[in-house]
């Protein structure tokens, strides 16, 4: 009798191992074929990303897609083409998720959107303050020269005493905006600190004396990096609970951040304005007045827009940027969406638009 319960216990065993196995989460990669292209598809249990890489001929296209794991392999369930004379778009199908359009045109690469495979969505205008066009309401704010006005309702929050034009050494953390006190002259050792959920300005005073050739390199965690030319020191503000300042670098060695950490020299800080890197899914850069996307571990840019002046916010999947006196919000899946246009922005827009989630 102790034999049939040993051994059933034993058959157990074998099969509660054999499910772990066949059901846990693990990387893999596989090659095949779908509807004439030659698919690489594989999966990262670390980001819970699945990549596929599409060829046909000399055409290459990749996709991202953020899904649950699934021990199925071939996921692929079709493969939308869309062409005519001189543009070639294409699309995948994952069960229920459908990937944004992918255009071929010309030897380059553009979203569907820009395309004109999907359709955009109309802007209607809603209001209109001081002479600002307003198709879609949101948390923006403007600096006005002495602190913040929220456009939509056109509230003031000022804490300088005198103008200051320029908006330089400002950041965007989170629902903070940190602004330097520009009311001191050639150094400041405050910082005003506007938290845009309760709208309420905080003052932040520390012992060093930065100089106003200072500018943000990024943050990670709860820390924001800053480095000061003149002085040629770099500082951590640690944000979280209390602001804190600290000093980072040891001599004439500093801190940089490119999805990990390492060290770099001083002088490289000092002549040149260097800002951490940080890869999402979709990762947006501009370059020569054209805005492009590039999926996670993908070198492949992807065109969405051209004339643009600036970037002006990232989150996430969404872009915030400015052509020519027009603000525009992108997400590589919805498209663009209008959202203002102020006739001032074709002259100044630099550290002057704020947008809070």
Partial sequence: MKRLVYFGLFILFLIILFLF????????????????????????????????????????????????YSKKRNIIDKINVVEDDNLKCISIKVGKIDAPYICSKSGSLQDGYLAGVNEEKEAKLQKEVNQISIYEEGNYYLWNGYGLTNIID???????????????????????????????????????????????????????????????????????????KKNKIQYKINMKKSPRIDIVNEGEVGKFYDDAWDTISINKLVYNDVYFKKSNLVNYSLSDGRLYYNYLKSKQLVLIDTDISSIIYINDADVYYLKKDVLYRYNYITGKEKLMNYFEWNFSYNNKIFIFD
């Fill in 21 to 68: 196995f066949a059901y846990r989460v693990k990387n893999y990669e596989v090659a095949y074929e779908k509807d004439g292209y030659h698919v690489v598809e594989k999966f990262n249990k670390d980001e819970n990303n699945y990549y596929f890489n599409l060829s046909v001929n000399d055409e290459v296209y990749d996709f991202v897609i953020n899904k649950k």
């Fill in 154 to 228: 056109n509230k003031e929050y000022n804490f300088l005493d005198n103008e200051s034009y320029d908006n330089n050494i400002a950041y965007h953390f989170k629902e903070y905006l940190l602004v330097a006190d520009y009311d001191a002259s050639r150094e400041f050792n405050k910082f005003y600190i506007f938290n845009s959920k309760n709208n309420k300005i905080e003052e932040f005073e520390f012992e060093y004396k930065l100089s106003t050739s200072t500018y943000f390199m990024g943050d990670v965690g709860d820390d924001i990096y800053l480095f000061d």
